[in-house]
């Protein structure tokens, strides 16, 4: 069992940043994050493979958004510059404990351990 504890959401207006962090509490293979805005569907954000490690990004957010780890104490950062008020969501941090092929990282029902969602709120 994995617990994924979650920080960092808030209220910013567009243009401005944000960070999220995710800890694990023992061994992932990679983790992820997922966002969902009221009325639409759970979509990935970015995934993070840890043996490249290698990183992985929805096209929305890519050269916006960066996810990094700290692997002295299993932290995955999500770093969100250039905020839109198309950003707004519940952001959830999810991870897997065995093998995921990369062209599937952002499919959610594959992740195993999901956090308890950080909101994320940008206006404009």
């Known amino acids: 069992q994995v617990h994924l504890v979650e920080s960092g959401g808030g209220s910013v207006q567009a243009g401005g940043s944000l960070r999220l962090s995710c800890t694990a509490s023992?061994?992932?293979?990679?983790m992820g994050w997922f966002r969902q805005a009221p009325g639409k569907e759970r979509e990935g954000v970015a995934a993070i493979f840890f043996g490249g490690p290698t990183t992985d990004y929805a096209d929305s957010v890519k050269g916006r958004f960066t996810i990094s780890q700290d692997n002295a104490d299993n932290t995955v950062y999500l770093q969100m510059n250039s905020l839109k008020p198309e950003d707004t969501a519940m952001y959830y941090c999810?991870?897997?404990?065995?093998?995921?092929?990369?062209?599937?990282?952002?499919?959610?029902?594959?992740?195993?351990?999901w956090g308890q969602g950080t909101q994320v709120t940008v206006s404009s």
């Open positions: 023992g061994y992932t293979y990679n």
């Open positions: 999810a991870a897997r404990v065995t093998y995921l092929a990369q062209p599937d990282w952002s499919r959610s029902n594959l992740y195993n351990y």
